[in-house]
């Protein structure tokens, strides 16, 4: 990370006040003079007017949270219904705030993701990277083998040509079944047209999985869980985010403060 960046990150001063004590030759990095642009890390030490500042890098990663969402909760912050909402239940941010990963339909109840980190977001719900999603579907009647080979082979929809990659009969009793379905896209209530096509009403309808992310099964509906730095890298790693750039400079020597620097 760059001096100035860093130090400035750090609450020493300004970017421009830094870059000036720099001119000033005030700032030295393993004993020789700083200079505006140069790379520094925890292995360098650094002395600004006389004061030693050693860097620590603290990677602080984003949040993801996992909430079972229940029948009954939109996935918006505002509603002119008054209807309950799915950031009711989240836990409260200080500087951060929740982003909902795709979203579920008032009646879908299943997996909803959220997290902290925009471009995390964007990557898992843009249609190019076409992230798998698997739901429980039980629908009123039981379809034929051509009814569902016709589903993954795709029918047309008011918006467009849609279709299911997988569809597996899970069996039941009386006039509901269910299925486990996968799809790759995240169009609105487009899981329910697809049955509703072959005139098929959807009774319930689950998200169970959204990528390589399952809804824990002990996780309660209405309930929701963090995941640990751990698994938060994991992800990061499987969609190519490089875990570098959140890595934070923090002094060592937890004394020091800002009071102690002219800016």
């Known amino acids: 990370m760059r001096i100035q960046k860093a ?95 795709g979203r579920l339909d008032f009646n879908t109840s299943g997996l909803l993701i959220f997290t902290t980190y925009g471009a995390l977001a964007n990557r898992l719900m843009h249609p190019r990277y076409e992230i798998e999603r698997e739901y ?35 069996g039941g009793e009386g006039a509901n079944h269910w299925y486990k379905v996968t799809i790759r896209e995240g169009r609105n209530r487009e899981v329910r047209r697809l049955f509703e096509k072959l005139n098929f009403t959807v009774s319930r309808l689950i998200r169970v999985r959204f990528g390589q992310i399952k809804l824990p099964s002990h996780l309660k509906r209405g309930m929701h869980l963090e995941l640990t730095q751990k698994h938060v890298k994991e992800v990061l790693k499987e969609h190519n985010f490089e875990l570098n750039q959140f890595k934070t400079p923090q002094i060592t020597n937890k004394k020091k403060s800002k009071k102690n620097y002219p800016f």
Do not use: C
Request: charged share 30%; hydrophobic share 40%.
């Open 7 to 101: 130090l400035a990150q750090l609450g020493v001063g300004s970017r421009r006040g830094i870059e000036k004590a720099i001119t000033e030759n005030r700032i030295e990095v393993n004993n020789a003079p700083a200079h505006i642009g140069q790379t520094v890390s925890s292995k360098d030490k650094i002395v600004f007017d006389g004061k030693l500042i050693r860097l620590s890098d603290e990677t602080l990663l984003p949040k993801i949270l996992l909430y079972h969402k229940p029948d009954g909760e939109i996935v918006s912050k505002s509603d002119p219904k008054n209807r309950p909402s799915v950031f009711d239940h989240l836990p409260r941010l200080k500087k951060e705030k929740w982003i909902a990963i």
């Open 136 to 170: 429980s579907v039980r629908v009123l009647g039981e379809l034929t083998e051509i009814q569902m080979r016709q589903l993954t082979e795709g029918v047309l929809l008011d918006d467009g040509q849609a279709r299911l990659e997988s569809i597996i009969f899970e």
